[in-house]
């Protein structure tokens, strides 16, 4: 037999024994009142008499996350070690924090917060730019025993109203303005006073962060508007502080609304122990992040799960750096900010999403900044890790990365990709880093990562029990596609229901395979070996002619030719064969092409790729090629959904319909830009059920 790999055991002790394995992991953490044990399991009964099982981490203790985030280390000494580095090229600002300043700033504003009357269990709405204030918000709010909601600065009043009427917030913490890339800053005050006149629910206080960028016109302390800055001084002035409230394990520390590419936000509720716990884990174990002398640079938004996690709770947690980010991978002022601030900060992991990398391809094709500017004087030898997630990352870029690291980076530094959702808290797969996942087992600094395999979001991580499943929830073999599902209990980090929400937690997790399983949304499939691969959304999968396809692996296979930097694959309908895929991407040229339709060369240079990669039947029913056309959410997913709704209108001959766009959109701009590629296209080819099917010969 050969002998286990490290993390296949620390994988085996944690689904065999849950009991005994996060007991160990509980007592990293610091307690204000230990728990009874680590797991406990129950039944919970719905209105409608369902049944369904439930669990729940970390029964009996109590805990303040934000004291083990922060006082935690000012108490063993750490305290003049940087908590945060703030790097933000669109202001061309850069500030930094200590521990000892950050439990300062997070007392002080905890004290105001209570002075406005917010008490523990109450929620805080938090719609913030990325600027240092905004995790002080998180963070003042956990420390108070309250619950905090953030949600993405920008979105638009309705959606903001939204998950205002959801949470019912005391108060809303804000700023004057963001500021997105190279775009003239966005004024707050307009879309918070619109969500709250269009919330029937009104928060009592709206605090404000005035930015010099644009300022917040009159604030108005009739309407409850309080100057932040001003609370801030005059509380620090009188000494106002707050200390520690501590919570139990099972209450809330913050609600995150899904990223809704589809119907109604839910709110998932994140509990206070299991998420702490299994955070804390995560981060030494899969992202290599121990403690002082660790940077961690997650490029990514605080309004999104990773952002929560990996900007702010895990590396604090771990009493390490890190960096917080007010820019975009392009453009601010280019494609080498990424690779100046590894450089600048001495960064040891990075996270960022396949989108981004994507970007800086279309940007940089030949890497010459990571390669000839910071790579050759040395500047990237600090980064073990650069870690992917949000989407599925096509086997292109990260073997492209994973060369860049091998030559310019620590030695067996990694690209990672690690599958999760806002429901997971934290990596549900990945490829673990270090070794350190307790006592018991080979706690050496640096071991050798499993081999990563390019394509597969690595093996599960611990506590995520993953299968694949067929329609009727039966396991399937490995190696066949199918819907990816979870057993109960999920791992500490992940949700046990929604918020003040059982039945649709049921309903939209449990329901569909009788409560036996967790259902992901995801399909994709688990190999041989154990490696995981992310292929689409379920929704996403194609059809044609009984034969299912994700996405994925077509856009995988459209992005192995050497032109094209970037693809999107929906359905579209066909008289014939049900769906066909049909492709839009974009040409990785300075000068793109200006036509919708693509050039004969290219059409049958990928129709080739597809016939060898997955098999003529998965061949394209047409492409479509443009710059800045392929929608995204804000933390990087493609939003196949409309490019989807886009399609199947023009294959009706219905081209300027109102398309549905979620409020996590990006760019509006895409939608509109896809739009008129579409139209061209369809005129071109010419449209219709009928016709498009007859396009497909012609490709
Ligand atoms: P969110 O809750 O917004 O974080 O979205 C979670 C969804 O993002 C997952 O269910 C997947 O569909 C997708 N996702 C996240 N990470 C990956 C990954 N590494 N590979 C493929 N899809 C991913």
């Not at 240092?132 to 638009?156: C, D, K, Q, R, Y």
Request: glycine content about 10%; charged content about 25%.
């Amino acid at each position: 037999m050969p002998v286990k790999h490290l993390q296949d055991r620390v994988y085996e002790a944690s689904i065999t024994d849950p009991e005994s394995f996060w007991t160990k992991q509980a007592e990293q953490i610091h307690w204000h009142k230990k728990p009874t044990n680590a797991l406990s399991k129950s039944k919970k009964v719905l209105k409608n008499g369902v049944t369904h099982d439930h669990w729940s981490w970390f029964p009996g203790g109590e805990i303040s996350t934000t004291y083990n985030c922060i006082n935690r280390h000012v108490e063993q000494g750490n305290g003049d070690k940087v908590a945060i580095y703030w790097d933000s090229p669109v202001t061309g600002s850069k500030e930094k924090y200590t521990y000892n300043q950050l439990l300062q700033e997070v007392e002080a504003l905890a004290g105001v917060l209570r002075e406005e009357g917010v008490q523990k269990g109450d929620v805080v709405l938090i719609y913030m730019p990325m600027i240092p204030s905004a995790l002080f918000a998180m963070l003042a709010v956990a420390h108070l025993g309250a619950v905090h909601a953030v949600v993405f600065g920008g979105f638009s009043p309705a959606a903001l109203a939204q998950r205002m009427e959801a949470s019912r917030p005391r108060a809303v913490m804000t700023a004057s303005c963001g500021i997105e890339g190279t775009k003239d800053p966005l004024g707050y005050k307009e879309l918070i006073e619109e969500a709250i006149h269009k919330s029937s629910f009104k928060p009592d206080k709206t605090i404000i962060w005035q930015r010099e960028q644009m300022r917040w016109g009159p604030v108005e302390r009739e309407n409850g508007q309080r100057d932040w800055q001003r609370l801030v001084k005059s509380a620090k002035n009188r000494g106002l502080k707050a200390g520690v409230v501590p919570v139990k394990s099972e209450d809330g520390l913050y609600i995150i609304y899904t990223s809704g590419t589809t119907g109604l936000p839910k709110g998932v509720l994140r509990t206070a122990g299991g998420h702490a716990v299994g955070l804390n884990l995560s981060m030494k174990y899969l992202f290599g992040i121990h403690g002082p002398g660790d940077v961690m640079f997650t490029a990514s938004d605080i309004g999104w799960v990773v952002g929560h996690s990996f900007i702010m709770y895990a590396p604090l947690l771990a009493g390490a750096t890190t960096v917080l980010f007010e820019g975009k991978p392009i453009g601010t002022p280019d494609a080498r900010t990424f690779w100046r601030i590894v450089e600048e900060y001495k960064v040891t992991s990075m996270f960022t999403a396949p989108t981004a990398l994507r970007a800086i391809r279309r940007e940089d094709g030949d890497n010459h900044y990571f390669e000839n500017v910071y790579g050759e004087r040395g500047g990237l030898r600090t980064l073990r890790g650069l870690f992917l997630a949000g989407e599925r990352s096509e086997p292109s870029i990260v073997q492209m990365y994973q060369k860049l690291l091998t030559r310019h980076c620590a030695g067996g530094a990694v690209v990672v990709d690690n599958w999760w959702s806002s429901e997971s808290g934290s990596p549900i797969s990945g490829i673990a880093l270090s070794a350190a996942a307790g006592e018991d087992f080979d706690s050496s600094y640096r071991h050798r990562p499993l081999a990563i395999k390019a394509g597969s979001a690595g093996k599960a991580m611990p506590g995520f029990d993953v299968r694949i499943v067929d329609d009727e929830g039966n396991e399937v073999e490995r190696g066949n596609m199918g819907n990816i599902v979870m057993g109960m209990p999920l791992a500490p980090t992940a949700f046990t229901t929604l918020w003040e929400d059982d039945e649709r937690f049921y309903k939209g997790y449990l329901k569909r395979f009788d409560g036996k399983w967790i259902d992901t949304g995801d399909a994709g499939v688990i190999d041989e070996d154990g490696y995981v691969s992310i292929m689409s959304r379920a929704d996403d999968v194609i059809n044609v002619a009984a034969h299912r396809f994700s996405t994925g692996a077509i856009e995988q296979a459209i992005t192995t030719h050497p032109d094209i930097a970037e693809a999107a694959v929906v359905g579209i309908p066909d008289q014939l064969k049900g769906h066909l895929p049909f492709a839009f991407v974009t040409l990785s040229l300075r000068q793109h092409p200006n036509p919708a339709v693509a050039d004969e060369t290219l059409v049958k240079e990928v129709q080739k790729l597809i016939r060898e990669q997955i098999g003529a039947i998965a061949s394209l029913g047409g492409i479509i090629q443009g710059k800045g056309m392929i929608p995204k959410t804000r933390s990087g997913k493609t939003l196949r959904r409309v490019l989807r709704e886009l399609v199947e209108n023009a294959a009706h001959g219905e081209f300027d319909n109102d398309i549905t766009v979620p409020s996590t959109i990006e760019d509006r701009d895409a939608v509109e830009v896809a739009k008129a590629k579409v139209k061209e296209y369809f005129r071109v080819k010419g449209h219709g059920l009928h016709k498009a099917t007859e396009a497909r010969p012609k490709l």
